[in-house]
């Protein structure tokens, strides 16, 4: 049974200086951490439905890409997420197949988007091994 999902988005400042990089005025604009984009509740959605995980926690990091040049002229706020996924499914799965599966999960927010995932998929006895 479900048991645990974390979503969060980070609040961003005025102006974000990282590595000699200053943000655009786009980015007083990102989605807050009180806030859940269109994107990230469909993707939560299906991540749930499909998988049943146990610990689901989605961080929306559109805001620190934002300076990238790939990024130029986009306006959309929803490009970048990590995604941490626990579920039994992926018990005897190798790391290919599970993203495979997530990735083919959440093809439609690619297509009409998001730019890059960033992805941890793990089985609930391979986190309780690590502790």
Same mark, same amino acid.
């Given at each position: ?6 979503? &969060?988005?980070?609040? #961003?400042?005025?102006? #974000?200086?990282? +590595?000699?990089?200053? *943000?655009?005025?786009?980015? /007083?604009?990102? #989605?807050? *951490? ?7 509740? *469909? $993707?939560?959605? /299906?991540? =749930? ?8 926690? =989605?961080?929306?990091?559109?805001? $620190?890409?934002?300076?990238? %040049? %790939? ?5 959309? /706020?929803?490009?970048?997420? +990590? =995604? ?9 799965? *190798?790391? $290919?197949? +599970?993203? +495979? %599966?997530?990735? &083919?999960?959440?093809?439609?927010? #690619? ?15 391979? =986190?309780? /091994?690590?502790?």
């Amino acid at each position: 049974m479900f048991r645990n999902v974390i979503t &969060k988005t980070f609040p #961003i400042q005025q102006t #974000i200086v990282r +590595r000699g990089y200053t *943000s655009t005025p786009f980015l /007083k604009d990102f #989605i807050t *951490s009180e806030q859940k984009g269109p994107v990230e509740t *469909s $993707m939560e959605s /299906k991540l =749930i439905e499909e998988f049943n995980p146990s610990t689901l926690h =989605i961080v929306n990091e559109s805001h $620190m890409h934002a300076h990238h %040049a %790939a990024m130029e002229g986009n306006t959309n /706020k929803e490009t970048h997420f +990590r =995604i941490t996924l626990v579920t039994e499914q992926f018990d005897g799965k *190798s790391l $290919m197949q +599970r993203h +495979r %599966a997530v990735y &083919k999960l959440l093809q439609q927010e #690619i297509d009409e988007g998001v730019h890059a995932l960033t992805l941890r998929t793990k089985t609930q006895a391979e =986190i309780e /091994k690590k502790v």
